[in-house]
């Protein structure tokens, strides 16, 4: 029974690693920043950190590292074109449009308010039709607000906020929102360092429930 267990093992993973061998090459740029598909000869770049995708399809392509144990895997991004988005398994976003790609000039359809643990869990969201006054101050307030100074100290409620849009309905624009005790809520970018200051109507939107009475 163990040996017949042992075999349809091995017969899995070298079915996995036939399956891995024939997608499309992919080739890196010399200064890593890029990946061509040798088939098609479409060349990707990573957008900047906050844009992430919305999930994982199927695998469409990868790269082997021709002297180390290491494979880049490309996955496309469910209702996005292929030939244009890709992402890989830390969900970025991989771009091979001229166009630029500008959250600040997005017509937002939502914005999605998370909690991150093992997995991002949505709470709720601001949706248009419905908070459209909010999702517009959103977005004038992190892509044109003043820039701020997080406090000292930890925040005591921590939530990603994702701005979501029809026209890229497999893409989030992300960034945080932290709130004190003292009663101050910041939308933050890890990466960039961009602060700013959320108004005291904006923040009880972003703190439903028991939260808002804190």
Same mark, same amino acid.
Request: charged share 25%; aromatic share 14%; proline share 5%.
């Given at each position: ?122 709470? *709720? @969201?601001?949706?248009? #039709?419905?908070?459209? +006054?909010?999702? $517009? ?7 044109? /607000? %003043? =820039? ?39 939308? *933050? @970018?890890?990466?960039? #360092?961009?602060?700013? +200051?959320?108004? $005291? ?7 439903? /429930? %028991? =939260?808002?009475?804190?």
């Amino acid at each position: 029974m163990k040996r017949s267990i042992l075999l349809l093992l091995l017969a899995l993973s070298l079915l996995l690693v036939g399956c891995k061998d024939r997608l499309p090459a992919f080739a890196v740029d010399a200064d890593g920043n890029g990946y061509t598909n040798e088939e098609t000869g479409v060349h990707y770049v990573a957008l900047d950190f906050p844009y992430e995708a919305v999930g994982r399809g199927e695998a469409v392509g990868v790269y082997d590292h021709p002297k180390l144990d290491y494979s880049h895997v490309f996955y496309a991004i469910p209702d996005e074109d292929p030939t244009l988005f890709l992402t890989d398994d830390s969900m970025t976003v991989w771009y091979a449009g001229e166009v630029a790609i500008d959250a600040a000039e997005w017509e937002l359809s939502a914005v999605i308010v998370c909690r991150e643990d093992v997995v991002s869990v949505e709470l *709720f @969201a601001l949706t248009v #039709g419905e908070e459209d +006054a909010a999702i $517009d101050e959103v977005q004038a307030l992190w892509f044109s /607000g %003043e =820039e701020a100074e997080l406090p000292e100290g930890s925040a005591a409620v921590s939530r990603t906020v994702k701005l979501a849009t029809d026209a890229y309905p497999g893409i989030y624009y992300s960034f945080y929102f932290y709130w004190y005790e003292s009663g101050e809520g910041y939308f *933050f @970018a890890p990466v960039s #360092g961009r602060c700013v +200051a959320v108004p $005291d109507n904006l923040t009880e939107q972003f703190l439903p /429930g %028991e =939260e808002a009475e804190k």
